[in-house]
């Protein structure tokens, strides 16, 4: 059974940084794709962003230009660095692993954005 173990949320103030990290339970490269989506109280799962086995990421618009992910291939871990942080970013943020025909998620990290 794949495991992804995320780390790294908190609680910031508006306009800080923060590094969220998933650790997979086997190589990355199993994997077509591994990524950070978010889900904030009464919404649904978005995408955060993503990176292919060939390293392409893809941001959602809200994330280009604050976000990056990137990936440690030797740790199996992904990364999400966050800067600029907004109110707004608020949510639980999960990592997901996908493969034909379903994804595996991890259990979440709550990111919190407050003054």
């Known amino acids: 059974q794949v495991q992804l173990v995320e780390s790294g949320g908190g609680l910031v103030q508006p306009g800080e940084s923060l590094l969220l990290s998933c650790a997979a339970s086997e190589n990355m490269f199993n994997f077509n794709d591994m990524g950070w989506y978010r889900q904030a109280p009464g919404k649904e799962r978005e995408l955060v962003a993503t990176?292919?086995?060939?390293?392409?990421?893809n941001y959602a618009g809200f994330a280009e230009g604050r976000f990056t992910i990137f990936r440690n291939n030797d740790e199996n871990t992904v990364y999400l660095q966050m800067i600029r942080l907004k109110p707004e970013d608020e949510a639980v943020y999960y990592c997901?692993?996908?493969?034909?025909?379903?994804?595996?998620w991890g259990q979440g990290t709550q990111v919190t954005v407050s003054s």
């Open positions: 997901g692993a996908r493969i034909p025909a379903r994804r595996y």
């Open positions: 990176i292919n086995v060939g390293g392409v990421t």
